[in-house]
């Protein structure tokens, strides 16, 4: 891509949904105000698999109504840790930092879809949308001024990143949605990359992503609405339990 290609304006909207979020309040507020959630709840805290079920009621103050029975679904290779912005919920379970293969629980934003495709063949995918280029970086490295952002290395007038993942060359990154976790803004060593993406198997795992069968997440990219503030609210069963009631989470 060169820098003339309008398509860097959404590479720039990318960077923002990751590194810019405005600082997000209190679970329950966030629960209170979406009209969307994709629930995931895994058995334990270091399980590499876990439920996906979907809720959606008609107005913030309406019950919430369950979409589908839960589907299988896996997480990072060493199971789940609390996220940034959650680490005094619970003395119990271990806190999420770069590189330890877990995928965040708490709750959290679900922003931009993103995909291989270009944009005019996926207009009916209501989240702003990027498509993925052979130059596109999600940057992990934790001394970058990119950190934890998605960015186009051929854009940028200094890549001065030593570790990304080149998402293009991803297959189970075909389709995806990015996952705002870490993002206002990042702290640096406490997670990076986060999205939902298509699985490899029942019996796979990720780097600390949340990822399950391909024509199901086309589902949901498709289901998912920015005006109704979608949350992905990830959780082991007995944090759920614990916080159902306080968070004015749905009954699984």
């Known amino acids: ?16 949904v990751l590194a810019c979020r405005p600082g997000m309040p209190a679970p329950r507020a966030e629960i209170e105000a979406s009209q969307q959630l994709v629930v995931v709840i895994t058995p334990s805290w270091t399980s590499t698999v876990g439920t996906m079920t979907r809720f959606e009621r ?12 839960p589907i299988p679904l896996v997480v990072g290779r060493t199971g789940v840790a609390w996220g940034v912005g959650f680490d005094d919920v619970s003395t119990e379970g271990p806190h999420k930092h770069e590189g ?5 629980a708490g709750i959290f934003p679900l922003d931009m879809a993103f995909g291989f495709a270009p944009r005019d063949s996926m207009r009916s995918v209501l989240l702003p949308y990027a498509q993925l280029l052979p130059t596109t970086d999600c940057v992990d490295d934790t001394t970058s001024a990119h950190y934890n952002t998605v960015v186009d290395r051929a854009a940028v007038s200094l890549v001065e990143w030593n570790s990304a993942e080149q998402m293009r060359q991803v297959p189970q990154y075909e389709i995806g949605v990015i996952v705002g976790y870490n993002a206002s803004p990042p702290v640096k060593g406490r997670g990076s990359c986060i999205f939902l993406h298509i699985w490899t198997g029942p019996d796979s795992h990720t780097a600390g992503c949340t990822a399950f069968d391909e024509a199901k997440l086309r589902e949901v990219m498709l289901w998912l609405d920015p005006h109704k503030r979608p949350l992905l609210v990830q959780l082991t069963a007995d944090e759920y339990k614990k916080l159902r009631a306080s968070w004015r989470l749905p009954p699984t």
Do not use: Y
Request: hydrophobic share 45%; aromatic share 6%.
């Open 1 to 16: 891509m060169t820098r003339r290609d309008p398509s860097m304006q959404t590479f720039a909207l990318m960077a923002l």
């Open 58 to 69: 008609a107005a913030p103050n309406s019950a919430w109504i369950r979409l589908e029975s």
């Open 100 to 104: 330890d293969g877990k995928a965040p």
